[in-house]
């Protein structure tokens, strides 16, 4: 079994800064590709960014593509997403998710059912 727990997430304004952090506890060898999703109310769950296990690719939705940041670091079992530049619209529920499998491939790394551990989500709002 693997659990992921994030944290970070909180409320601030539009043009604010804001890191979130995964940590990943269990059976974690076999994991692969780690992310973040979001789902604002009334809406879809929509991928956000991914990151493979070595790190040396990274992801990202065209929302926010060079304002989000998405990291990791295999030694403490963590996986980080730095965002700036906040706008309403990224007000959500932010989930990491792992994988199974390790993707070197945007389709699939962007697929909710590409990843089989959830975690229970930090809720980021971003108002004025």
């Known amino acids: 079994q693997v659990q992921l727990a994030e944290s970070g997430g909180g409320r601030v304004q539009p043009g604010d800064s804001l890191s979130l952090s995964c940590t990943v506890s269990?059976?974690?060898?076999?994991?692969?590709?780690l992310a973040w999703f979001r789902q604002a109310p009334g809406k879809e769950r929509e991928f956000v960014a991914s990151?493979?296990?070595?790190?040396?690719?990274?992801y990202y939705a065209d929302s926010v593509k060079g304002r989000f940041t998405i990291s990791r670091d295999n030694a403490k079992n963590a996986v980080f997403l730095r965002m700036n530049s906040l706008e309403p619209e990224d007000t959500a529920v932010y989930y990491c998710?792992?994988?199974?499998?390790?993707?070197?491939?945007?389709?699939?790394?962007?697929?909710?059912?590409?990843?089989?551990?959830w975690g229970q989500g930090t809720q980021v709002t971003v108002s004025s």
């Open positions: 269990g059976r974690t060898k076999g994991i692969g590709n």
């Open positions: 998710a792992a994988s199974g499998t390790i993707y070197y491939s945007s389709d699939f790394a962007s697929r909710d059912q590409s990843y089989y551990y």
């Open positions: 990151i493979p296990k070595n790190g040396d690719t990274t």
